[in-house]
């Protein structure tokens, strides 16, 4: 059973656009919900990050939006740019279970110039 | 520089070989994890660490085996029992140990395996 579910597979959106990735989840038990971007051949990095206590949360560019009660979260890049093309991976930490994380599938975004 | 240093960065290995991935972080982390990355399939955790000697099995540790013998050291091995061991391999380590508050991962830069 996958814990969080992650949407689309990939995207593709024009410079300047807003890209959009979706997070959903059934665990209550999730405290935490993390963004992390991946380049080709590297190790994923933190981007931004939410409690489940805040609605919205904006740093630059991007933006993450939390739906408690839908359980769903979802990340907005607003003005796309070619350096933004990159693995995309939402996941949610666990307070029950050592702490741990559980990650989506991943999004492979790319952006057109 | 702080942070989490993979290698080798590729590493060939032939079938019924066992093979030793070296993780070592100079953040002063307690927690440390090792990740699974296949294409389309996202992270999967193999094995977990929260404080030295002492180490829990995460959701796909068969034919894998690791030790914490020191904080800064999470070694990774990849033995023959592993019947599918080609993928890229991830190293991270968070802060706290479990329940104390957000535990961000930080990563290593990976090591890619290919079996032969």
């Known amino acids: ?113 | 520089d702080g942070g989490i240093t993979q290698s080798p960065k590729y590493l060939f290995r032939k079938e019924g070989q066992n093979v030793t991935l070296s993780c070592e972080q100079n953040l002063n982390h307690d927690a440390m994890y090792w990740y699974r990355q296949d294409p389309g399939q996202g992270l999967r955790l193999i094995y977990y660490s929260q404080i030295v000697n002492d180490f829990q099995k995460g959701d796909i540790a068969e034919g894998y085996s690791v030790s914490r013998e020191k904080k800064e050291s999470f070694p990774l091995t990849v033995t023959s029992a592993q019947k599918n061991p080609t993928a890229f391999y991830l190293c991270a380590s968070s802060i706290g140990r479990a329940g104390s508050g957000a535990n961000v991962l930080t990563f290593g830069a990976g090591s890619r395996l290919t079996v032969l």
């Open chain 1, 1 to 113: 059973q996958q814990q969080v579910k992650q949407s689309p597979q990939s995207l593709i959106v024009q410079k300047g656009g807003i890209s959009i990735i979706n997070c959903a989840y059934e665990n209550t038990a999730f405290d935490y919900f993390p963004w992390y971007q991946q380049f080709p051949g590297k190790g994923p990095a933190l981007l931004i990050a939410i409690r489940p206590d805040v609605s919205e949360k904006k740093e630059g560019r991007f933006t993450i939006s939390f739906n408690k009660s839908a359980k769903q979260f979802s990340l907005h890049i607003m003005d796309s740019q070619p350096g933004d093309s990159a693995t995309y991976f939402c996941a949610a930490r666990d307070r029950t279970n050592a702490g741990k994380s559980t990650f989506g599938d991943g999004t492979t975004l790319t952006v057109k110039p």
